[in-house]
């Protein structure tokens, strides 16, 4: 899959995205740097939580994935956000309509935080800018 593609289905998803209800499960994200023990914190939650992370396995954050490891490709923050808009509309949200409680390892505060800097790792406000645009239309924990 090349970056254009992955940018067109990314933008698809975001735009196929709304939500103007409350749900009645509970909703918690569990949020940290890289090496924190956010994913140990999960294993150790009630087993009948939904546990999920993101990026996700959808095809988007296959891709993602893919390409924070090969620094070729650059990543942007649309992605990001055309992953999670699918990982809400085909999984939290329908999982918060049946009253369960969903658990994530990583959310909008840290697609802000990582998509604020280049690959280089110096910073980039005007990633940071798109990163907290595309992020704040997203139903809140």
């Not at 939580?49 to 893919?66: E, L, V, Y």
Request: proline share 7%.
């Amino acid at each position: 899959m090349t970056s254009e593609r992955l940018t067109e289905l990314a933008q698809l998803e975001y735009s196929l995205y709304h939500h103007k209800q409350s749900y009645p499960g509970k909703f918690v994200v569990i949020e940290g740097p890289d090496g924190v023990g956010k994913s140990t914190v999960c294993s150790l939650l009630p087993r009948h939580f939904i546990k999920t992370r993101q990026p996700t396995n959808s095809h988007i954050g296959q891709a993602i994935r893919h390409w924070l490891n090969d620094s070729i490709v650059p990543v942007t923050p649309m992605m990001f956000a055309g992953d999670r808009a699918h990982h809400l509309r085909t999984v939290i949200l329908t999982t918060l309509w049946l009253g369960q409680t969903v658990i994530c390892d990583r959310y909008t505060l840290s697609s802000i935080v990582y998509q604020s800097f280049n690959p280089d790792g110096s910073p980039n406000p005007e990633r940071a800018q798109e990163a907290r645009r595309l992020n704040e239309i997203f139903y809140q924990p």
